[in-house]
T-cell receptor, first 115, second 114 residues
Framework: AQSVAQPEDQVNVAEGNPLTVKCTYS??????LFWYVQYPNRGLQFLLK??????LVKGSYGFEAEFNKSQTSFHLKKPSALVSDSALYFC?????????????FGSGTQLTVLP | GAVVSQHPSWVICKSGTSVKIECRSL??????MFWYRQFPKQSLMLMAT?????????EQGVEKDKFLINHASLTLSTLTVTSAHPEDSSFYIC??????????FGPGTRLTVL
């Protein structure tokens, strides 16, 4: 079985400050990890993914995430937040070595960047 | 990048009627498509996995006779909500997986049943 936890329902940060959205995962095999962003009444937009290689992954709109195997975490970060970053963020995992090929999503974290 | 479209983007219908939602992969072939349901401020819940030319696989608790899925071609899957009721009101999102295993999401369809 695979699962994802996003421990924070809501994250507030001031514009210009760094932001972190937390994600931890559980899979029995190799984790394929993803971050998506969702704006109101819109579908999911892909931000970045980790499959293999460097633990620090850089993605769209200045976002990055660090894969930490020992802590089973894949936190999303951005050095300087923008008001336009305010949205709902989802972490997702897939077992890269398993037969189950669908994504499992976290519960989502609402990010609000205050001007 | 790959594009997935959904039509309609929103629909309002009367209780008891049926509604069809289309999901298309515009520039790639998708042997597998997924249908998700999302309630306000909640995560995506997988409803079913649709494979081209075969019957869909439904997740536990999802009524297959209520949510009819057809994946007739490599670029089109449809979800029909039959005899819709107000509790079926939700945001429905489809996703298509390409030959490399990458999954791309549609913009979603807002269904409101009066």
């Amino acid at each position: 079985a695979q699962s994802v936890a996003q421990p924070e329902d809501q994250v507030n940060v001031a514009e210009g400050n760094p932001l972190t959205v937390k994600c931890t995962y559980s899979v029995s095999g190799n984790p394929y990890l993803f971050w998506y962003v969702q704006y109101p009444n819109r579908g999911l937009q892909f931000l970045l993914k980790y499959i293999t290689g460097d633990n620090l992954v850089k993605g769209s709109y200045g976002f990055e995430a660090e894969f930490n195997k020992s802590q089973t975490s894949f936190h999303l970060k951005k050095p300087s937040a923008l008001v336009s970053d305010s949205a709902l963020y989802f972490c997702a995992v897939r077992d890269g070595s398993g037969s189950a090929r669908q994504l499992t999503f976290g519960s989502g974290t609402q990010l609000t960047v205050l001007p | 990048g790959a594009v997935v479209s959904q039509h309609p983007s929103w629909v309002i219908c009367k209780s008891g009627t049926s509604v069809k939602i289309e999901c298309r992969s515009l520039d790639f072939q998708a042997t597998t498509m997924f249908w998700y349901r999302q309630f306000p401020k909640q995560s995506l819940m997988l409803m079913a996995t649709s494979n081209e030319g075969s019957k869909a696989t439904y997740e536990q608790g999802v009524e297959k006779d209520k949510f009819l899925i057809n994946h007739a071609s490599l670029t089109l899957s449809t979800l029909t909500v039959t005899s819709a009721h107000p509790e079926d009101s939700s945001f429905y999102i489809c996703s298509a997986r390409d030959i490399l295993g990458e999954q791309f999401f549609g913009p979603g369809t807002r269904l409101t049943v009066l």
